[in-house]
């Protein structure tokens, strides 16, 4: 994965997250859902990545024993995972003005 | 159970020490009960749901890569980075210090120079396989519990051997003993040794006994403690591989 869609996957998954606490399918779908389906997060990029999380501190997995069918594993932010959030939204809020006085320039 | 064939595949095919192996396997399989439960509810058949979460789900090459790279244990990592030439003598090495340690231990605590006099080549024998097996158990130690290599290639290392040449020791033991009896008896029946010296002399076929004995019970003692250690980290007790030509990294 580029570093600038690895970025964008730690983003949505960091705001996934803040919205409450998930499971990985969870995740995934609360990300295609919220974007209108626009962003899409494979399982294949999204699994390493919330490992990476865990052990970097920022977010924190549990199992789940709820349910009937098997144990789910369930993550949350860390007050860690909530600061590099706030950095995230920031960023990406620069980004999103940088490109509006792009796309409104005259040539 | 559902999935249990692909899970079972997966758990060959990724390169993870245990028990993250295990947790991996657990969560993906919570994951895919999950999907296959949500595609049935939006009503798509068993098969067409399975298939579903099966190709949802699906963990790529890379993202397995990905995984690997990030559980593997940093002393693996590092014996990984010298020459495949020199790993193995690291790992040999790395087991034959404890076993150089506990000679020497051995030596400094117990008459042992008096015992391999005494007892002769039975001693000399039961000493060199049971060092071996120990060595052998001492090996495996480092390799799945210190290195955590759990990789098909090195679980096929886990047979009976060290507990045959552990046998083998307490035989050689026995017999070393037994046969240095039967030469005192003899002696002693035929009047070629004196009765004030029986005692002594039968003293000296013991040290066979007692050093094969010993190193005996130590690697049957050595080999139930890793074995008690790989149930601890989940390691299943027949190796899941992915082929014979698998090898270890």
């Not at chain 1, 803040?18 to 699994?47: M, R």
Request: aromatic share 8%; with cysteine; charged share 20%.
């Amino acid at each position: 994965m580029s570093d600038g869609k690895q970025s964008r996957a730690l983003f949505f998954v960091l705001l996934a997250l803040d919205a409450g606490a998930k499971h990985g399918y969870e995740i995934s779908s609360w990300v295609g859902e919220k974007s209108g389906g626009f962003f899409g997060l494979s399982f294949g990029a999204l699994y390493p990545l919330l490992h990476k999380l865990e052990r970097d501190g920022l977010v924190r997995g549990a199992w789940d024993p709820k349910g009937s069918g098997r144990p789910r594993k369930i993550y949350a932010l860390t007050p860690k995972g909530k600061v590099a959030l706030a950095d995230e939204r920031s960023n990406y809020r620069e980004h999103a003005a940088a490109f509006a006085r792009l796309l409104g320039a005259k040539a | 159970m559902r999935f249990e064939l692909h899970l079972l595949e997966l758990e060959a095919r990724v390169d993870l020490p245990y028990p993250e192996r295990a947790l991996v396997i657990d969560e993906l399989a919570g994951e895919l009960e999950a999907a296959y439960a949500q595609h049935r509810a939006s009503g798509l058949s068993p098969e067409a749901a399975e298939a579903a979460a099966l190709d949802q789900l699906r963990l790529d090459p890379g993202a397995i890569a990905s995984l690997e790279a990030l559980h593997l244990p940093a002393v693996r990592r590092a014996v990984a980075r010298l020459p495949a030439s020199l790993s193995g003598w690291v790992e040999l090495l790395a087991a034959a210090l404890p076993l150089a340690g506990f000679m020497a231990f051995a030596f400094s605590e117990v008459p042992m120079l008096l015992f391999l006099r005494e007892g002769g080549f039975a001693l000399w024998l039961s000493l060199a396989l049971g060092a071996l097996a120990l060595l052998l158990e001492l090996q495996r130690a480092v390799v799945w519990l210190v290195l955590r290599d759990h990789s098909g290639a090195s679980l096929r290392m886990d047979t009976p051997t060290p507990l045959y040449l552990a046998a083998a020791t307490l035989c050689v033991g026995l017999q070393g003993a037994a046969l240095g009896y039967y030469v005192v008896v003899g002696l002693w029946a035929d009047g070629r040794l004196e009765g004030r010296r029986l005692p002594e002399a039968l003293r000296e076929p013991l040290p066979t006994l007692v050093v094969a004995a010993t190193l005996a019970a130590l690697v049957v003692l050595l080999h139930a403690s890793i074995k008690a250690g790989l149930r601890a980290l989940r390691v299943p007790s027949r190796p899941a591989s992915s082929g014979e030509g698998e090898e270890r990294r």
